[in-house]
């Protein structure tokens, strides 16, 4: 193939998925020159295994990148049908907006913002290498001979990277939705010594709405108040669709069972780890066989479309087989397949082998973001991807690493559990997975993150300001509420009885009253006349802040333990092989993760606290030194 220089570039991103568009524009509103290819441009942000954005600690991530300056949530506000805020009746650290996007409008969208994004080209094109000159990334080469030089590069290939699309017995070599597959680059990335594995994942089927018979299923409407993702968003969101509820059957199961061998996951012909948390559903019989119904959801690809995906379907039988599987579901025993369902195999690197900086140990300049790095999800790629472009472009300018902590935000958490502890299969962000969640709610993802964005150079100051006002007012409130008392009464009585909480003989502050679980700010209204008129967003957090203040304040000192650990922070050359005291296991791990400091050397999986101890001992010794002391 006849090469020829394209251009030069400082940045250059490779796919434009959900990753892909948050490097991208992170790097360029950076004013770094970038770059991003995508092999088919009418694939931009494509959305193939649901058309939805958020979800349980999903929606954390979304608030979370908004906040940082990122563009996801927007997107979502202008291109989302139906918006619903899950586990409303449990605590507030587990409030997740989930919003169901209207998905070709959600890609114009992104494809439109990064077109006209300054600093920033967008190319269709296959990149089939990545070159290393004088031991750092030179240039990225495409598969017309096409190279440009540039400084970084930023792999975001979600599940295009040797791609293998698989129906039953039918397998090729591709892409999601039809599109080809990236294979050379495999190659090229194994050239530079990155340690690559083989994951998989899957899609549901989708079918024609007019061939489903609803009246079969159970109606599930958005929510009557929507709250939208972006803190910038000043209308709120408005429910344009509706989503269905049905239930499989044991006919569904009986199909399943019957044909299980010829089912790809357990015949031999899936090769790659599937996500645990989102499994195909004969995995579900297989693991769950005495369970008699599983729930599917079915949910609007968009406003001008007929088709719907049929979530918790997601398989790789044959397609006969899939038919006789919808077919045996109330609602669907008419259903007309648009596109049946298929499971995926493609490349990712050990995310072991980066740094918290999503930057590839010993090979500087090359970045990994979103599925590429092990994880599974729109929301889990995008905040990779503003991650990995904001530290690309501020190496490039030489300024400090952009890391964000696990007890700050989710995002510091999602990556921290990658670099550190590594996943054995597709990373799928949860609550669970976060252990100081009461701090990180969705709702106050603008108090946490709006400086980083800010000190980062993606969020305005008039934005910072407000965010510092929003909260300044939250402050007032609560201590109005402190100093302010209501006497007892009849009518206060009578709506404490209501409410079925106890009397107040003689009278009680206002944030006593609201530190009740029956009783609600609102509530407070008719027995506060000097109640200020606050926003919805303000009052929220006031009420949370007051409610949950024990709670807050025990996690905040668990959060000072977390700094603690972390301010130990441990040489990136040092050789732990020599630490006495250590295990050898410990030995072998801390030299392979090279960890930034204590606190992420005691995550470690193989680190004991054993282990942690000698390097508190070890380090104590080696400031001693420093300080002209002698070691014990």
Not at 286 to 295: E, S
Not at 352 to 371: D, H, N, S
Not at 470 to 483: D, T
């Amino acid at each position: 193939m006849h090469e020829f220089s394209a251009g030069q570039y400082d940045i250059a991103v490779i796919g434009a998925g959900h990753a892909g568009i948050e490097a991208a524009l992170a790097a360029a509103r950076l004013g770094l020159e970038t770059i991003i290819f995508t092999i088919n441009l009418d694939a931009v942000g494509n959305m193939p295994c649901n058309p939805a954005i958020g979800g349980t600690g999903k929606g954390h991530l979304v608030r979370e990148l908004d906040a940082l300056g990122g563009e996801m949530a927007k997107a979502a506000d202008a291109c989302c049908i139906q918006y619903r805020l899950l586990n409303k009746g449990k605590g507030p650290a587990v409030w997740s907006l989930r919003a169901q996007a209207d998905r070709r409008k959600y890609q114009g969208y992104m494809k439109g913002v990064l077109e006209r994004q300054e600093h920033l080209a967008v190319r269709q094109g296959e990149v089939t290498e990545i070159r290393v000159e004088n031991g750092a990334v030179s240039a990225v080469v495409l598969a017309t001979g096409a190279v440009f030089s540039v400084r970084a590069a930023i792999v975001a290939t979600g599940t295009y990277l040797a791609g293998r699309t698989i129906v039953g017995e039918w397998v090729q070599d591709s892409g999601p939705d039809g599109m080809h597959a990236a294979g050379p680059l495999t190659d090229s990335l194994r050239a530079l010594g990155l340690p690559l594995r083989r994951f998989k994942t899957g899609t549901p089927p989708r079918v024609n709405a007019r061939t489903v018979d609803f009246d079969e299923m159970e109606l599930q409407p958005g929510d009557d108040l929507p709250v939208p993702f972006s803190y910038g968003t000043a209308v709120p969101p408005e429910n344009r669709a509706v989503c269905w509820l049905t239930w499989t059957t044991d006919e569904t199961k009986r199909i399943v069972q019957e044909n299980l061998h010829r089912a790809p996951m357990y015949s031999g012909v899936i090769e790659g780890i599937g996500p645990r948390y989102c499994p195909s559903f004969e995995t579900k019989i297989v693991r769950f066989p005495d369970k008699q119904r599983h729930q599917l959801f079915v949910e609007p690809m968009g406003l001008d479309t007929e088709e719907l995906y049929i979530q918790g379907f997601s398989s790789s039988m044959p397609e006969e087989v899939q038919i006789a599987m919808l077919h045996s579901v109330p609602g669907l025993r008419r259903a007309v397949i648009t596109r049946p369902a298929y499971a995926i195999e493609y490349e990712c690197v050990d995310p072991l082998a980066l740094r918290p900086t999503l930057e590839v140990k010993g090979v500087p300049g090359l970045y990994g973001a979103g599925q590429f790095n092990g994880s599974s999800g729109y929301e889990e790629a995008a905040v990779q991807g503003l991650v990995a472009g904001v530290n690309a472009a501020r190496k490039l300018m030489g300024q400090d690493e952009f890391i964000l902590s696990r007890a700050e935000s989710y995002i510091g958490a999602l990556i921290d559990d990658l670099v550190t502890k590594g996943t054995n299969e597709p990373y799928r962000m949860m609550t669970s997975r976060s252990e100081y969640r009461l701090l990180l709610r969705q709702d106050n993802a603008d108090l946490r993150l709006t400086k980083r964005g800010y000190e980062a150079g993606l969020v305005p100051a008039e934005r910072l300001r407000a965010v510092e006002e929003k909260y300044a007012a939250v402050s007032r409130e609560i201590k109005r509420l402190a100093h302010t008392g209501v006497s007892q009464s009849k009518e206060l009585s009578a709506f404490l009885e209501s409410k079925g909480t106890a009397d107040i003989p003689g009278g009680s502050p206002l944030d006593a009253l609201l530190r009740r679980p029956q009783i609600h700010y609102e509530d407070l209204a008719p027995f506060d006349p000097e109640r200020p008129d606050l926003s919805p967003d303000i009052a929220e957090q006031v009420e949370i802040s007051v409610k949950y203040e024990g709670y807050i304040r025990r996690q905040q000192k668990q959060v000072e333990d977390f700094h603690r650990m972390a301010s130990h922070r441990l040489p990136p050359d040092l050789d732990y092989s020599g630490i006495q005291g250590l295990r050898l296991e410990a030995r072998e791990k801390l030299n392979a993760v090279r960890p930034l400091d204590l606190g992420q050397a005691s995550r470690i999986s193989g680190v004991s606290p054993a282990d942690t101890a000698a390097l508190m001992i070890y380090l104590e010794s080696a400031a001693r030194k420093k300080d002209g002391g002698t070691p014990p």
